[in-house]
């Protein structure tokens, strides 16, 4: 064949790429049909096919198209939603002689099938579709007896079961059909069929706002859902190895899912601003300037070596982290002030300051361990739990003095999207006893938090001051709960980290006992003499 014409052929076999490339895929409207009937949201689908939401809705709009494996795989799930979702048929044609009208003929099958059957009752489902070895049996691809979505997973039972909290939300069942109109040998007025003048009164900005919210919060929950199922498959079931894989991909996932809350939101920040020197490490193995107020507080009255029999109980606060980022962060590059000028209620950062003495034994310094005398540099957190403390509400201290600040403009809702989405996921997993879901969440806003410093695992961020601040936050909150437990006659024996608080006294009639984020629990460990329910003695002074 000589050249032109394989050149020929060559430009024949391109322009019918050209022609399938664009008849493979149905009409942007279907597309959008296919995946409502589904019960199927944006997010979902952009999980699975490893894309943003925005290029769902672009592909969805008739704006873009997928290319390359991503068209083969998008095709391959219209298709398999074509099968189980046909579009309606057009109603067939009156005939031409008059007949009494007949009752309206039963449905095809096709849609039969498609409405979704009865879900047994929560009472009969099966507790777990874990086997006592951690191992999840795997079968012909049924609907979940759950939610009733297709998934190749067993439970105990053998019936088809999504395990922990992967199940999708369940398509809306149809509406039902209506009964056809009897006949009136008197017709109605025309007035009376006539609707309303009133208009449906359009919903409130706060409203609106609510059910964006609402939604933005579903779809990316959809997100976390989705990477655990996604996870569990590739292991076949095995939930360690599911875990391990989850926990690698918690720093990318986690960013993600900040970037899908921060959609819509009314703040521009920076992610690497310049920073002053007090916030650079000096060496990898060296801190920075930055003094967290983290706490190690033992009371100094009551010692384990002493004899004696008070009873006391090591208490945790749950997910500590997660709680801390409601918090003030500066948004913005800082700038430097000298005196109070950087003292604000809605600046924050870092501040030089000389605290004044504290003299209260029973409760921890609010600055934690510090053997140092002298100023120190202190986040914006703990600056506000001192310049509290030192208010009339309080009055435990004097006011810190201020020297210089590096503040920035802030707000206390920065993070408050990606911690209600965490927090919701989160509790969820607790009421499914979904561990494997409920460590992938603890992985993420802890490496979230570890990690936007100065960090080789994380390249998408530099904020050392938010961590710092968060970290500072996650004490300063666990001092409010040592403050209440003295307030309410407890005795506070020790405080130590994020959320480890000893008490001695009936902690119940303080603190709500459970593992929700504002409750407490009895925390245990294998290696530390005091945990759990132990006895002090008292030393005398």
């Known amino acids: 064949m000589t050249e032109p014409s394989q050149g020929l052929f060559d430009a024949i076999d391109s322009l019918l790429d050209a022609v399938d490339n664009h008849t493979l895929l149905p009409a942007p409207p279907e597309r959008v049909r296919l995946r409502e009937a589904a019960g199927l949201t944006e997010a979902a689908v952009a999980q699975a096919l490893g894309v943003r939401v925005q290029s769902i809705q672009a592909w969805e709009a008739g704006r873009a198209e997928p290319k390359a494996q991503r068209l083969e795989a998008y095709r391959k799930l219209l298709d398999g939603l074509a099968h189980r979702f046909p579009a309606p048929t057009p109603d067939r044609p009156a005939t031409k002689s008059p007949q009494p009208p007949a009752a309206p003929e ?286 009339p509400k309080y009055g435990l201290t004097g006011a810190p003095t201020v020297h210089e600040s590096w503040t920035s403009g802030a707000t206390e809702n920065f993070l408050d999207a990606l911690r209600k989405v965490l927090a919701a996921a989160r509790e969820t997993a607790l009421a499914q006893d979904d561990s494997l879901t409920e460590g992938y969440v603890k992985a993420m806003y802890s490496k979230f938090i570890s990690t936007m410093g100065e960090s080789i695992h994380n390249r998408e961020i530099q904020r050392p001051d938010w961590m710092h601040i968060i970290h500072s936050q996650a004490y300063a909150n666990l001092w409010g709960k040592a403050y209440k437990a003295h307030q309410a006659g407890l005795e506070v024996i020790a405080m130590m980290g994020t959320d480890e608080l000893h008490v001695s006294g009936d902690w119940r009639q303080v603190f709500t006992p459970g593992r929700g984020l504002s409750q407490m629990k009895i925390k245990h460990s294998d290696t530390a003499k005091a945990s759990g329910q132990y006895t002090v003695g008292q030393v005398a002074r």
Not at 177 to 205: E, K, L, N, V
Not at 311 to 339: F, M, Q
Request: a neutral charge.
């Open 106 to 391: 039963a449905l095809p099958n096709a849609q039969e099938t498609a409405s979704p059957q009865p879900l047994p009752s929560p009472a009969e489902l099966p507790q777990t579709a874990f086997r006592p070895d951690g191992l999840v049996e795997q079968g012909d691809p049924e609907p979940c007896i759950r939610c009733g979505m297709v998934t190749p997973f067993k439970a105990t039972d053998g019936r088809s079961l999504h395990p922990g909290a992967m199940c999708q939300p369940s398509p809306a069942a149809p509406p039902a059909a209506a009964a056809p109109p009897s006949p009136s040998p008197t017709p109605a007025p025309a007035d009376a069929a006539r609707p309303s003048p009133t208009p449906t009164p359009a919903p409130t900005r706060p409203q609106r706002r609510a059910k964006s919210s609402a939604r933005a919060q579903a779809e990316t929950n959809t997100l976390i859902t989705g990477a655990v199922h996604q996870e569990l498959e590739r292991a076949e079931g095995d939930a360690d190895a599911a875990s391990q894989a989850l926990v690698k991909r918690a720093i990318p996932d986690v960013m993600r899912l900040f970037e899908e809350t921060r959609a819509s939101a009314r703040y521009q920040y920076t992610a690497y601003p310049s920073l002053p020197d007090i916030l650079h490490k000096p060496s990898k193995r060296e801190p920075d300037q930055i003094w967290e107020a983290r706490p190690n507080f033992h009371h100094p009255h009551y010692s384990l070596k002493a004899p004696g029999t008070i009873r006391v109980t090591a208490l945790d606060a749950n997910a500590a982290y997660l709680s801390a980022l409601k918090c003030w962060l500066p948004i913005g590059k800082l700038e430097h002030h000298t005196g109070n000028d950087g003292v604000d209620p809605k600046r924050s950062g870092v501040h030089l300051i000389t605290p004044a003495a504290w003299q209260h034994p029973h409760l921890p310094d609010p600055l934690g361990d510090r053997e140092e005398p002298g100023a120190l540099w202190i986040t914006d957190a703990t600056l506000r739990l001192l310049l509290r403390l030192s208010g």
